[in-house]
C-alpha cells in the first residue's frame, strides 16, 4: 500500500525515506559484520560519519531508497535505485520482513506504466538472500565481481533480473 510522502506500509512494516535524524539508528543497526560482509558499498567498521554520508547521498532519492521500521524502530534499508538491494538488522532476521518490504517496493515500482525490470544481485554464498529475490520470481543473469568495502577480498556477484510478468506478488 502506498501512502504520500514517499512511505510504503506493509502489515508489519513502513518504508519511509532517509533522514538526517536516522543517522545513530543505522550504526546500531548495521554495524554487524555478519550483515556488512554481504553487502558490496558498506565499510566494515561502521561508524557515524559513514551513516552521516550514507544519508547525505540518499536523502534526495525519496521514492527509491528506504529505511524500514518495524513497531521497534528502524530494521533495515531497501532500494531500487542503481540495483534492487535490502539489508536487515540481525535480530530482525527469519521473520519475513526482506521478502514482505521487498514486496511494498516491487508492487511500487511496477505500478508505474512501461516500469523498466530491475536489476539485483547476492553473493556467491548468501543463501538467504538468493532465497528472497528467487521467492519474488527473480532469475539468474550474468555474474559479476566485485571487491565489497567491507572485506576487501573479491567476491561473485550472482546476478538476478526481474521483468514485471514474473514478479511473484
Ligand atoms: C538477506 C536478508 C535481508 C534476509 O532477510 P529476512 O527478513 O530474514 O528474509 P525473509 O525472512 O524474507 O526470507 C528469508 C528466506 O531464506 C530462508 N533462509 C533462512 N536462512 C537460510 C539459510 N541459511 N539458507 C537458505 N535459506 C535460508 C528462509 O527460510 C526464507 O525463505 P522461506 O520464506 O522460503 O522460508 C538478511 O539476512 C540480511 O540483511 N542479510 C545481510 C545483508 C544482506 O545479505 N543483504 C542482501 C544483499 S544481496
Known amino acids: 500500500m502506498q501512502t504520500p510522502g514517499h ?10 525515506p532517509v533522514v538526517d535524524a ?5 550504526v546500531a543497526a548495521i554495524h554487524d559484520f555478519e550483515v556488512l ?14 551513516a552521516v554520508d550514507f544519508i547525505a547521498k540518499n536523502r534526495g532519492n525519496a521514492g527509491e531508497v528506504w529505511m524500514i521500521h518495524d513497531a521497534g524502530g528502524l ?10 538491494g535490502y539489508w536487515l538488522r540481525r535480530a530482525a532476521w527469519g521473520q519475513g520482513y526482506a521478502t514482505e518490504a ?8 511496477f505500478a508505474a506504466p512501461d516500469a523498466p525490470g530491475l536489476l539485483s544481485g547476492y553473493h556467491a554464498g548468501n543463501t538467504r538472500s538468493a532465497r528472497v ?3 519474488l520470481g ?13 572485506t576487501g577480498q573479491e567476491v561473485v556477484i550472482k546476478g538476478m533480473w526481474l521483468d514485471q510478468e514474473d514478479y511473484v506478488p
Open 133 to 135: 529475490l528467487s521467492k
Open 75 to 84: 530494521v533495515g534499508c531497501i532500494g531500487r535505485r542503481r540495483e534492487f
Open 37 to 50: 560482509r554481504w553487502l558490496s558499498r558498506a565499510p566494515y567498521p561502521y561508524g557515524l560519519s559513514d
Open 102 to 109: 521487498s514486496r511494498a517496493v516491487l508492487a511500487h515500482h
Open 22 to 26: 536516522d543517522a545513530a539508528a543505522i
Open 7 to 16: 512511505v510504503l506500509t506493509t502489515a508489519r512494516l513502513c518504508l519511509r
Open 138 to 150: 527473480f532469475t539468474p543473469c550474468a555474474d559479476r565481481r566485485i571487491t565489497p568495502l567491507s
